[in-house]
T-cell receptor
């Protein structure tokens, strides 16, 4: 079974600064997807960024980028120019790409990000 | 277009009662997922539907939990004889195709007294 670990329960960053959230995972599969989701107080999970394991290039979405280290099974999220609206819980998630019907997301325990004005 | 909607937003029930939670996926989305978010267990997968079939129901915690999907659209998650440990936020997600991006609803917060 796959596991996802987020070792930082809480993080804080000054507005306009850069912050990195950590995620490690454990899997024996070679083909999979990794995601970062944001959950604001409204409870609705929002996809921030995704990475296909077969791609060596790190994914980027505007101020959000990842550092994907496949051999180390590490998948960190970097938020540049932090904004007040970035305050939320951030979840790292894994999904297999190996088996038909195995569609579920496996989530880490989350990191609560606070933005300091 | 409209996103995934869930009802009710909040539900308070007494131990031993049955509850039904509803999910309306995004129109045209063939895949639908239920997850549970609780303080003790984090975010857990419950069940996945492709159309009206459930190829993966491995996350349902006990036989008190069941789910169905009709018309390839609306899904209902039923919890029978609720227990206090069932208290959680139940999240529903849908995707256009299997393995597509999962779009989440706002969840139903269930409190069992």
């Amino acid at each position: 079974a796959q596991t996802v670990t987020q070792s930082q329960p809480e993080m804080s960053v000054q507005e306009a600064e850069t912050v990195t959230l950590s995620c490690t995972y454990d899997t024996s599969e070679s083909d999979y997807y990794l995601f970062w989701y944001k959950q604001p107080p409204s409870r609705q999970m929002i996809l921030v960024i995704r990475q296909e394991a077969y791609k060596q290039q790190n994914a980027t979405e505007n101020r959000f980028s990842v550092n994907f280290q496949k051999a180390a099974k590490s998948f960190s999220l970097k938020i540049s120019d932090s904004q007040l609206g970035d305050a939320a819980m951030y979840f790292c998630a894994y999904r297999s790409a190996m088996n038909f019907g195995n569609e579920k997301l496996t989530f880490g325990t989350g990191t609560r990000l606070t933005i300091i004005p | 277009g409209a996103g995934v909607s869930q009802s009710p937003s909040n539900k308070v029930t007494e131990k031993g009662k049955d509850v039904e939670l509803r999910c309306d996926p995004i129109s045209g989305h063939t895949a639908l997922y239920w997850y549970r978010q609780s303080l003790g267990q984090g975010l857990e997968f419950l069940i996945y539907f492709q159309g009206n079939s459930a190829p993966d129901k491995s996350g349902l915690p006990s036989d008190r939990f069941s789910a169905e999907r009709t018309g390839g659209s609306v899904s209902t998650l039923t919890i029978q004889r609720t227990q206090q440990e069932d208290s959680a936020v139940y999240l529903c997600a849908s995707s256009r195709v299997s393995r597509g991006e999962q779009f989440f609803g706002p969840g139903t917060r269930l409190t069992v007294l």
